[in-house]
């Protein structure tokens, strides 16, 4: 989801023109996302009241532009960033990231987590309890089998889901049912994503009635989907 991708199509056309992206979103629209969903939270509930935030992502370059873009946003409604942890994709022990954490006394901690680290951040926070909630990107939330994958630990936890069972669109519940029916499990992101570039690319050789990359380039550059 680096800003980058769709950042060169601008900077150089004529190369990467070639480049859409269906998902996931980029790293600042996740970012902005959440923050949105944070903010919202803080000015509706008076029991979440929040005002220290921490981070807790992987050394990534997509996640550490995310992590800059809701540190930025998170300023600018008055929240405090008292710190953040990165850890590398292949961790398995969050003892020690759960120490430090805490050790910064935030009321929420966001984790922005694409790996398989998500399930060991989750089954430490539910093993440790420590006195902040959770609320971020974690990307192995979206499936059903993480509450087991986390034995539990995941309960109060609160992600970023591409879709769900819910009528997001006219033809989310009918995807969501279908690929759980064809695959037995829930449609990580990337998933929806794969199955709305297929059927993109189908539209676009349709109205281009062709093969030809610039003219679907130009088929694609005219759709304004939603």
């Known amino acids: 989801s680096d800003d980058s991708f769709c950042e060169n199509v601008g900077e150089n056309y004529a190369k990467y023109k070639y480049f859409f ?5 980029n790293s600042t ?10 903010v919202y939270l803080n000015t509706t509930n008076d029991n979440f009241n929040v005002t220290d935030v921490a981070f807790i992502h992987e050394d990534l370059d997509w996640v550490n532009n995310s992590v800059a873009a809701l ?12 710190g953040a942890v990165s850890f590398p994709q292949d961790a398995t022990d969050f003892s020690g990231y759960m120490t430090t ?23 430490e926070y539910g093993s440790t309890t ?27 936890e609160t992600t970023i889901q591409a879709v769900f069972d819910t009528n997001k669109t006219s033809k989310t519940q009918a995807f969501w049912n279908a690929y759980i029916t064809e695959y037995g499990s829930e449609p990580l992101y990337t998933g ?7 059927y993109l690319y189908k539209e676009a050789i349709l109205d281009a009635a062709s093969l030809n990359g610039d003219a679907l380039v130009t088929a694609m550059e005219g ?4």
């Open 21 to 25: 992206r269906a998902m996931p979103f």
């Open 29 to 38: 629209t996740l970012g902005t996302q959440l923050l949105t969903y944070i």
């Open 71 to 82: 540190t930025d946003g998170l300023g600018l409604y008055g929240f405090n960033v008292v």
């Open 101 to 123: 954490l805490s050790g910064m006394n935030p009321q929420l901690v966001i984790p922005v987590i694409s790996s398989t680290g998500g399930a060991y951040f989750s089954a």
């Open 130 to 156: 420590p006195n902040f909630c959770v609320i971020g990107i974690n990307v192995l939330a979206q499936l059903g089998t993480f509450p087991v994958q986390t034995g539990g630990g995941c309960a109060y």
């Open 192 to 198: 929806c994503g794969s199955y709305d570039a297929v």
């Open 223 to 226: 759709f304004n989907l939603t």
